[in-house]
Each structure stands twice: as C-alpha cells, then as structure tokens.
C-alpha cells in the first residue's frame, strides 16, 4: 500500500466515525459550544463540508490538467461560508457534510495518476494534490474530536494518524526553533503521544511548558 492509499484509506474511515457519530445529532447540540474558541459545533461541521468542497476543487482541478484554489473568493469566502451555514438544523448540516464526504470520496476514487501528480492553491500557496488525503484526513480527526461528543476528545484519535502525524507536527517544530534546538522538551517527551501531539497542535497543555506555538 502506497502513501496515497493509506492517507485514502484512513480519511475515508475517518469520515465513516464522524458520520456514525453524527447520527444523534440535535439542533441544541449543533448550537452549543465546540471546544474551539466562539466556534459552535455548527460551525466545526459547516467548516468541515467546506474543506472537503474546497479539497474537491483542486482535485477536480488536477485531473483536467489545471491548478485549482481552495478558495477561489481567498479568506473572506471560507469564512463568510462557515459563518453562514453555522446555524443550520442539525438535518441540514449532517446532510451537507455527508454529501460533501461523498464527493470528494468519489473524486479521489476516479483520480489518476495525472491528478495525483498535480498541484492545488491554498491560502498559504501550493501544496501537492497527493498531499491532500493526509490533509482530510488530519481536518477530519482533529475537528471530530473538536465537536465535543465525548469527554475523550483527542484521546480517541487514531493510533495510526498519530503516529504519522507526530513526525510531521514534530519535524514542524523544531523547524521553527534556533539553530541547535531540535528536540522537544523533556515535559513533552514524558507524555504519551496523543499527548505530545495534541499539544503541539495547541489542543492540550503540558505542566511546565508554553503552547507550541505551530498554529
């Protein structure tokens, strides 16, 4: 298995887990706080149907031989759209975030090699379209967890998105640190690595230490 089917693979069960979980959702719990600051639950999954609309544009964009932009109205269009489909039904969200799952899934299933050769626009520039699996996937996990449906949160992430994710999230670190500072500080390295992860991804604290300060 190559690199693009296990990212495939692991977003699209990642999908699958947000899906089940969506199935009990509430108008009142899509209106109550997320664990993201002024962020609703419907915010997260608006936000959520959105990154996979906008992965589904560069994708598209790449099987025709083009460079798609996530975001063709740039920072005010993401925003302006999660804002604007925040306060839906909880009908309405679940049905909009399981049909933009389902395009994208579809799309990367009809993808070859073209595509994944191709490249996307982001808002922060050019990322490779067989990167943006990894991408979903990550948008997928940690925004699931940043709904709030169980106390578990971020303890619930997946052993394998884990792992691959703390290499990268890792190596991002002590990139942005002086020369000769590589290694994550001892207080880091004493927790588990959902731990360490989630604090480098600024949703956890360690005793002892600042926010990582990658996001």
Known sequence: MNAIERDVRGATA????????????TDEKARSASVLPDWTVGHVLTHIARNAD?????????NRGEVGSQYPGGLDQRNGDIETGANRSAADLVADVATAIARLETAWAATGPQ???GTGQTLLGPVPIN???????RETVVHHADCGFTSEGWRDWPTEYVRLELEQMTMLWASRKPM?????PTQALAVDDRHRLAWLMGRAAIDGLTPAGIY
Request: proline share 3%.
């Open 14 to 25: 990642a999908h699958a887990n947000l899906l089940a979980a969506l199935q009990s959702l």
């Open 131 to 137: 990167a943006l699996p990894f991408r979903r996937w």
């Open 115 to 117: 595509g994944w050769e």
């Open 54 to 62: 906008s992965f589904l544009l560069m994708v598209d964009a790449a």
């Open 180 to 184: 000769g500072m590589t290694t994550l």
